[in-house]
């Protein structure tokens, strides 16, 4: 079975570019999710969908951050302007039921000098 | 407010022996999930073991365990027979149910590095 499919794997990018990550949930997950890992910070969830729509948002850092979730299998994490700050690995996974387990794509290193 | 509590930054064991990974929650809600997930070096997070807080048994999942003492709000991992391979990140995470128009948020503790030594 396929898992949670994210793209780029890498990306480095310069300061004001605008970023696009990508995520495919596994089919038939009904919740999705973006999160931020950074040494400082951990692990934060930056926001969720239900049944492609977002519930909870207020783990986006700024204006700066949107995400959509077009259809039951496509979601985006944009960062439009980028800045170093927002260097990270950026995961996305998705789970069948809040209370279920919740299964991590491989992430996105995302790098902005 | 919700929070995982990991106290072990790090630490050691010898291979083939077991080792626990301390959690402990902090929330209000009756209802909640309590889950571990892996994470190597190469970076990708791995769903572990689950334990719901209305179930009376401990889960476990081939070598993992989860000792929940749910009046201690306590959810350690038991990983018994270590292996080289289980060097990791481990992170433990609750989840409180959704609320309307909030909730549901998966919360994640600091982690503890594991390394096994041969």
């Known amino acids: 079975d396929a898992g949670v499919i994210q793209s780029p794997r890498h990306e480095v990018t310069e300061m004001g570019q605008e970023v696009t990550l990508r995520c495919k949930p596994i089919s038939g997950h009904d919740y999705l999710f973006w999160y931020r890992q950074t040494m400082m910070r951990g692990l934060e969830l930056l926001i969720y969908f239900n049944n492609n729509v977002p519930i909870d948002d207020s783990g986006m850092p700024e204006d700066r951050f949107s995400a959509k979730m077009p259809n039951a299998s496509f979601s985006t994490l944009k960062i439009q302007p980028s800045e170093p700050r927002d260097s990270a690995v950026y995961f996305c996974a998705s789970s069948f039921g809040w209370g279920q387990p919740q299964h991590f794509g491989d992430g996105t290193r995302l790098s902005i000098l | ?118």
């Open chain 2, 1 to 118: 407010a919700q929070k995982i509590t990991q106290t072990q930054p790090g630490m050691f064991v010898q291979e083939k022996e077991a080792v626990t990974l301390d959690c402990t929650y902090d929330t209000s809600d009756q209802s909640y999930g309590l889950f571990w997930y892996k994470q190597p070096s190469s970076g990708e997070m791995i769903f572990l073991i689950y334990q719901g807080s209305y179930d009376e048994q401990n889960a476990t999942e081939g070598r993992y365990s989860l000792n929940f003492q749910k009046a201690r709000k306590s959810a350690n991992l038991v990983i018994s027979a270590s292996q080289l391979g289980d060097s990791a990140m481990y992170f433990c995470a609750m989840r409180e149910p959704p609320r309307e128009n909030q909730g549901g948020k998966l919360i994640f503790g600091q982690g503890t590095e594991l390394s096994v030594k041969p």
